[in-house]
């Protein structure tokens, strides 16, 4: 591992990410010592996105407590989404007839991440400037998320030695899932209480 | 090193510096100097005052504290005037009490603890807010200072215990209960039956023994002799305003004069910090990972169930 480091290849892979999801992804395949690097990008995510945060709104003391202890739930929360979604998106691509490896899903996962970061920059601007940042952190974070999710799909293509199609329709089937049974439970609560009120 | 690394690294600086004036504008901003101040202090950390309040009826809680650690009720007000007085940063306290009273041990419990605050030469004044009465009056009595808003309602000086009686209904449901006692009052204040006149000279007993320790407690927190108390002392209401006129409390002013007067009593300059209480929920989880005490939930606003009669120093309507 100290090899590795040295070897700055991980750095290469952060290049990867904005350059070259594909060959990324490839590379992730390649070296399994790729995954504890991996876990850094949720760390980092969760202290940018903890400070872009704390840039919309008045601050107390309390901040000081969020930034040293804060972020550590946030990554565990990060860490969390991201081994739920990768092992339903492993899932899925087993059921359209693919090889399964979740190993590999949650790698591109965490390093997919890794634009998440700029958020606070962007945000840092339009906070100095005071110019709606709120409304700008909307935008970006759904930019960013689309950034995110366009990475893993390009990530599963490679993976799976599959289109792009197909790699967008196994990514994105939990969420499909995952709405519908949402949404099919919110119907038959609505349906229920309403049906207790009116017996 | 290649190219590409080199934009890589060059992301990183960005990334790290971005984060460090993030923190600095964070810091300008929460010192409340605006942007236009190009001033940067530490966050405030210096002699100060804190904030303890009393909300809601003042009970023991009976379900033995929250996750956490957390505690509830009068025993988290005396953990949180602990903590104070252990803070060095510490010099003056500001009980803010809205409350009808409540038990007479919890309410003795509180009246103890900010007697050794003051004992340890911490300045506790007492800030009324809506209603003070009662055992809420009670711990107010206990600070060097006390300030009630014009339209306050206090005093209430006085104990009550109060039972149902529903004889009568269990009678007309034909309802029986059986009791086995080893003695004769084991079910004193027992709401099946009528209450007997040696029964009810033994709950008076009680009262009247709790009243006396009401008046003395007051007494030596006020500084009052007995006597100049007495005739109010009789579980009358009374506004901010007459309270003044009765010496019950020692000025008419909101929670911010409190506040100055609590920096004021202490020495403190005006601008001294104030460190108030944790009651975000998500703040208090955060600090008590941290082992601190901000994580305990000091207001006893909480409904305690229990149908046992209780002797209480409490404003009853």
Known sequence: MKEFLKSLVWVDYFYMVFTDPR???????????????????????????????????????????????????????????????????DTAGQVLGHQGNIKNVINIMNYALFPRVLLLPAILIFSVFNFAPVFFYVLFSMALFAWSAAIVVQGLSEMHSAGLARAAAVFFMPFVLIGSVAFFAMVLTVVSIFGYFTA | MDKNRKIVVSILILLVLSSVLAI?????????????????RSPDTGPGVGIVRIYGPIAIDASGG???????????????????????????????????????????????KIMRLRKDNIVVVASMGELAASGGYYVASACNYILANHGSITGSIGVIAVSPNLKGLFEKLGIRMNVIKSGRYKDLLSAYRDISQEERELIQEIIDSSYKKFLADVALGRNIPIPEIEPVADGRVMSGETALRHRLVDELGSFETALAKARA????????????????????????LQGARGGIDIRVDRQFPSNLPAVEYRYQP
């Open chain 2, 66 to 112: 929250g996750p956490l650690g957390m505690a509830y009720g009068s025993d988290a007000i005396v953990q949180r005037l602990d903590d104070l007085s252990r803070d060095a940063r510490i010099k003056a306290v500001v009980v803010r009490i809205n409350s009808p009273g409540g038990t007479v041990a919890a309410t003795q419990e509180i009246y103890d």
């Open chain 2, 24 to 40: 600095i504008d964070i810091s300008i901003s929460m010192q409340g100097t605006g942007r236009d101040a190009y001033r940067l």
């Open chain 2, 265 to 288: 009593l202490a020495k403190l300059p005006e601008d001294a910090p104030v460190y108030d209480e944790v009651t975000n929920p998500v703040e208090r989880l955060l600090m008590s």
């Open chain 1, 23 to 89: 060959k990324l992804a490839a590379a992730l395949m390649r070296e399994s010592r790729s995954l504890p690097i991996g876990f850094v990008i949720p760390a980092c995510v969760s202290i940018m996105d903890i400070l872009a945060i704390s840039l919309l709104g008045s601050q107390t003391p309390f901040f000081y407590i969020k930034i040293t202890y804060g972020w550590i739930l946030f990554f565990m929360l990060l860490v969390f989404q991201n081994i739920l979604i990768g092992s339903l998106v």
